[in-house]
């Protein structure tokens, strides 16, 4: 069975910096397509970055291009993604996210396995 566990969420001032990090078990996923997605307070759940597994190739959001950096540990099968110059608009729950394909992944329903997200809070 698949498992997705973050870690790394907390408060920050605006400007800093955070890393979170999402471990993965259960199977072998190189041919996964990885995801950060993140839900603000009475918002929908948007798309942050992603990055296929296997070549590494990244994919950003807009709001986040330049700031937030993806990336994973294959040895270890973990994802980071490291934060930095955040805004209190980044405040949100993280989710990391599993998809089996590489197709709409910016698509929430594109991705097969979920976390259950850890929170991070930028204060002005």
């Known amino acids: 069975q698949v498992q997705l566990v973050e870690s790394g969420g907390g408060v920050v001032q605006a400007g800093g910096s955070l890393r979170l990090s999402c471990a993965a078990s259960?199977?072998?996923?190189?041919?996964?397509?990885m995801g950060w997605f993140r839900q603000a307070p009475g918002k929908e759940r948007e798309f942050v970055a992603a990055?296929?597994?296997?070549?590494?190739?990244?994919f950003y959001a807009d709001s986040v291009k330049g700031r937030f950096t993806i990336s994973r540990d294959i040895a270890k099968n973990t994802m980071q993604l490291q934060m930095n110059s955040l805004k209190p608009e980044d405040t949100a729950v993280y989710y990391c996210?599993?998809?089996?394909?590489?197709?709409?992944?910016?698509?929430?329903?594109?991705?097969?396995?979920w976390g259950q997200g850890t929170q991070v809070t930028v204060s002005s």
């Open positions: 259960g199977r072998t996923f190189s041919s996964y397509v």
């Open positions: 990055i296929s597994w296997r070549a590494g190739t990244t």
């Open positions: 996210a599993a998809s089996k394909l590489e197709v709409a992944i910016t698509t929430e329903s594109s991705y097969d396995y």
